[in-house]
């Protein structure tokens, strides 16, 4: 249970998210081995919080491979990935005039 709360944790910021993605890349099939199914497929949720499309490529390609060696977690990778991909299309999207609007400044 407290491994979530890291994982959480990790969440939060970008630095964090890849440092901590970059961790679970290696340790994914250790992390299998001892927290079972929900907790071991819960800490994949990370890559949901990946907002970039070459960063969550390399996630899918990764993690593709280690969860089908591993025979689980596959729904929570999948889950994780569409949120990824919501995050980017918005960015896609809304970016360029959400940049525009702040350098105008007229938020203040």
């Known amino acids: 249970q407290d491994s979530l709360a890291i994982v959480r944790a990790a969440s939060r910021s970008q630095a964090s998210r890849r440092l901590f993605i970059r ?3 290696r340790h994914l099939p250790r992390v299998v081995d001892r927290y079972h199914g929900f907790t071991a497929a819960r800490m994949l949720s990370v890559v949901g919080g990946l907002c970039e499309r070459p960063r969550a490529d390399a996630a899918a390609k990764a993690f593709g491979r280690l969860i089908a060696d ?3 977690g596959e729904r929570r990778l999948r889950e994780s990935l569409e ?3 919501l995050c980017i299309s918005l960015r896609n999207r809304q970016g360029p005039s959400a940049r525009a609007y ?3 400044g007229r938020w203040r």
Request: cysteine-free; overall charge positive; glycine content about 8%.
């Open 102 to 104: 702040l350098q105008r």
């Open 23 to 25: 961790w679970l890349e």
């Open 83 to 85: 949120r990824a991909e």
């Open 70 to 72: 591993l025979g689980r």
